[in-house]
Each structure stands twice: as structure tokens, then as C-alpha cells.
């Protein structure tokens, strides 16, 4: 009896008999030998279909096999060097094959296609060798923030969707209708977390965020996910602290496990193999101040107009990209302007102009991956802010209350999952990062 495995164990069964259960990702057609790369959503092995050694009926189904078609084939596994695949080094001679469907034409065909097409067609895309190794890193990326934060004492406590408050600029607000009130889909999971912390001391919540972004840019989607830890008794060092520890850990765990899909993504492996604790720390007045030189000194006209900034402004993505080419490690930009930063950020003690927040900033022009703070605790202070964002008091009646029961200076921040995949993958932009990208002109499929 053949063993029933997936191509992912392949290595486990040399000289043996397997049956394997996919799609045929491709066909070379050599007259009475037929090379079928097969997938199976664990990886890639080519199977040599051989006339002689095959059922007439079944290797006349096997040369007329069209790309997708579904089958389950059985066959003797041996090495072969020059096998391509995923492992690759492994080929399967055929003895037995069942078809389970011939596909139809497949759109998407190994030659180029425009990105409207593919995004047309993205639960077809899905299947594609680089998106296959994409999404499976987007899975581990993930998993392993959550291992390192369920080993470090962090408890998951889920935040809900519907919300009747901002928790960031009410201007990106998704609206819904809640039985005939308003209501919005959340932001940031953050408001419910400063509840958590004070309940369980280090909490995190994972979730899809809604942000209704009017910009069409590499970097935003409406619909993305966030990891948001929340801590009591954190400073801002302490987040900074954590936050390469963490980051560390999901590239180093990146590289272990996904050789093969770095390698289908061809990505530069140097690059992550420097992202280890500590990073570089400098302040909003420093990066202005080099961006304001660099400006200075640039002989071109164009790169002059768009690194020009004043104190007081935000950075874009220029500003950004010119910051981090700084460093070949991402690099924590900390005291923001309060002025552009959300209302719930502690201010810097003796300069209220500028806040305890940190963003943390991806290399090779990734942007901003992570953006936090300390949070204001002093009950007087939230209350003045809350007032300001124009939404009733009373949808934040809970969240001014918890500064009444034993406020503590507390931190956090949210990693945008989409960012961090994008970076890691060393991909163009976020809509291969996430199966099913909603974008600004977007959300089909
Ligand atoms: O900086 P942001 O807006 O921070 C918050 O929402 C805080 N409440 C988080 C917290 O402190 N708990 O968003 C955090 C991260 C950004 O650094 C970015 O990586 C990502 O979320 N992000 C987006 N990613 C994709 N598309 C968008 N439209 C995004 N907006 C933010
Ligand atoms: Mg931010």
C-alpha cells in the first residue's frame, strides 16, 4: 500500500511508494513522457508519467492534463538534482493515476499579466507559486508574534469590531448602521486594551481594522490586521525595549522556516539576517533636522522639494524612506509632535509640545510598521482631549472612567501585519499581503 503523504514530507519517503492528492501547476509534454508538476498546497514535485510503465487509458489522460486539473496520483518517489519544485530535488515516477477534474482553461497562465487582472482574479491568484509563499510567511509571521507574546506572560483578550468611539482620526471612520444608531467599525482595538491591562497587566489583541483611508498608496488598505500589546507600568523605553525583541524574533523564525519561499520571492536573505535587538533610537527634532540637511545638500531638484519640511509636520513616505536609509536596521522615531499625533498620547513632561509616542520605521523604504505611546493617565487631561474629538462624551464614558480606579502610567502599539509582510517579503506594495486586499477602488473579489 502506498503511503497517502503530502509533498511537504517527500524527503521522509525515497525509494518508497506515495499517493499525493492536487493540481497540476504544469505540463511538459515530451511525447511518451509527460512531466507533470504537481501542487498540493504543502509544495511542488514533478511527476514523470512514462508510457511504458503506465495504463494506456490512464497516460492518455495524463498528456491531454490542462493546468489545475485536478488528480491523485501514485507513484514511486526517487531523487533527482535537477527536479524543480518546492522542496525540488524529488520527482515521482507515475504508476497510477486517477483524475478527479479536468480544469478549464485557466486564466492565470505562467506568462505576465497586468495587476488589474490579477486582482481580478485573486481567489485564483492565491494559487500562484508567489503568492503561496507570501501568505504562508503572513501565517507564521503571525503565528510567531503570538508565540513570543504568549511566552512572555502576554494574555490574548479579543476587542470587538462595532464600536460606538474613534479610537483614532474620526475622519477614517467606516459608519455603520447599529439598529438605527451609529455606530463605526473599529480603528484600533487600543481603548478596549487599556480596560484589559489594568484587568490582566499585559494583554495583546490581534484583529481586522477598518480605516476608511481616501489615499491610494503602497502602504494602505481599508481593511487591515493589527497587533496591538497593551502594558501597565510601561514606559517608553520599555516599549522600545520589547518591541526589538519581538520584531527579532519574527525575523529570525522567518528565515528558519521559509528558505524556500524567501527563495521563490528572491529576497535579498542579508538584509533580514541584520535585523536584530537593539535598533537605532533617535528623536522627531533629530530627524528633522537631518532631513532638513539632506535637503540642504542634495543637487537634485526633485528630491530637494520632497524631503522640504518644517518642524511641526508629519513625515511622508519620502521622509520616512530618507530616514530609515539612515540605518540598515529599522529605527524607533520617538517624540512626535503632539499636534498631528492621537489624543490619547502622553505628553513630554516640561515640553507639551511634543509627546511620548514612537513609530517604529522598516529599512529599504518600508515606512512606519509600528506606531505607539505612552497614554495619558491623568483623568483632566484625557477628559480636555476626549472633549476635542467630536464624537459625545458618553460614548467614551467607560474609557474616562478607568482613570478613576487606579490609573497607572501605561504603553503600547499597534504592528500593522500587512506592513510587516510587506517588508520581510521584500513585495512593492500591501495588496499581495493580505488573500483578499479591500483597497480604495477595491473590494472584489
Ligand atoms: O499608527 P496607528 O494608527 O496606531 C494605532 O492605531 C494605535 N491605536 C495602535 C496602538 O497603539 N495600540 O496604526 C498602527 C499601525 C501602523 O504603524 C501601520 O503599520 C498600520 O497600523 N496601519 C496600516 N496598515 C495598512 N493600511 C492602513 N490604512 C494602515 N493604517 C495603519
Ligand atoms: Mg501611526
Not at 519620502?318 to 520617538?334: C, G, L, R, S
Not at 467607560?398 to 510587516?420: M, N
Amino acid at each position: 500500500m502506498a503511503a497517502l503523504i503530502t509533498i511537504s514530507d517527500i524527503a521522509q519517503y525515497v525509494g518508497q511508494d506515495v499517493t499525493l492528492r492536487g493540481w497540476i501547476y504544469n505540463r511538459t509534454d515530451k511525447g511518451r513522457l509527460q512531466f507533470l508538476l504537481l501542487r498540493d498546497g504543502s509544495g511542488v514535485v514533478q511527476c514523470v508519467a512514462f508510457k511504458k510503465e503506465m495504463d494506456e487509458a490512464q497516460f492518455d489522460i495524463a498528456r491531454t492534463l490542462t493546468q489545475e486539473s485536478a488528480v491523485i496520483i501514485t507513484g514511486t518517489v526517487r531523487t533527482d538534482e535537477r527536479a524543480p519544485g518546492v522542496p525540488g530535488g524529488f520527482e515521482v515516477g507515475v504508476k497510477d493515476l486517477q483524475l478527479v477534474q479536468m480544469s478549464g482553461e485557466f486564466p492565470i497562465t505562467p506568462k505576465e499579466h497586468g495587476i488589474d487582472f490579477l486582482m481580478d482574479h485573486r481567489h485564483l491568484w492565491v494559487r500562484s507559486n508567489r503568492q503561496w509563499a507570501i501568505l504562508r510567511i503572513r501565517a507564521t509571521i503571525v503565528h510567531e508574534l503570538r508565540n513570543w507574546l504568549d511566552d512572555h506572560g502576554y494574555l490574548l483578550v479579543d476587542t470587538p469590531i462595532i464600536t460606538p468611539a474613534a479610537g483614532e482620526e474620526t475622519t477614517t471612520l467606516f459608519e455603520i448602521d447599529y439598529f438605527g444608531e451609529p455606530a463605526f467599525l473599529a480603528q484600533t482595538g487600543q481603548l478596549y486594551n487599556e480596560a484589559n491591562m489594568a484587568a490582566f497587566g499585559k494583554v495583546y489583541c490581534f484583529g481586522p481594522t477598518f480605516r476608511a483611508e481616501k489615499s491610494k498608496t503602497r502602504r494602505h488598505l481599508m481593511e487591515f490586521w493589527m497587533l496591538e500589546p497593551e502594558m501597565a507600568f510601561f514606559s517608553l523605553e520599555d516599549l522600545m525595549d520589547m518591541e526589538e525583541e519581538l520584531i527579532g524574533h519574527v525575523v529570525k523564525k522567518v528565515l528558519e522556516k521559509h528558505p524556500a519561499e524567501l527563495a521563490i520571492l528572491e529576497r535579498d536573505l542579508s538584509r533580514l539576517e541584520a535585523i536584530t535587538a537593539p535598533f537605532a533610537r533617535i528623536t522627531y527634532d533629530e530627524a528633522v533636522k537631518h532631513l532638513q540637511k539632506l535637503a540642504a545638500e542634495t543637487d537634485d531638484p526633485e528630491q530637494k522639494e520632497l524631503l522640504q519640511i518644517e518642524w511641526g509636520d508629519d513625515f511622508g513616505s519620502p521622509h520616512e524612506t530618507a530616514i530609515a536609509e539612515m540605518f540598515d536596521k529599522p529605527v524607533f522615531v520617538y517624540h512626535y509632535p503632539s499636534a498631528f499625533k492621537a489624543f490619547y498620547m502622553q505628553p513630554v513632561e516640561g515640553r507639551p509640545e511634543v509627546c511620548r509616542s514612537v513609530d517604529l520605521l522598516a529599512p529599504e523604504g518600508y515606512g512606519e510598521i509600528t506606531g505607539g505611546s505612552e497614554r495619558i493617565y491623568d483623568t483632566a487631561l484625557i477628559e480636555e482631549r476626549v472633549g476635542k474629538i467630536g464624537i459625545p462624551r458618553e460614548a467614551y464614558k467607560w474609557y474616562l472612567e478607568l482613570r478613576s480606579y487606579g490609573s497607572v502610567p501605561h504603553a503600547g502599539f499597534g504592528l500593522g501585519l500587512e506592513r510587516t509582510v510587506a517588508w520581510i517579503c521584500g513585495l512593492p506594495h500591501v495588496r499581495e499581503t493580505i488573500p483578499y486586499p479591500r483597497l480604495l477602488s477595491r473590494n472584489y473579489p
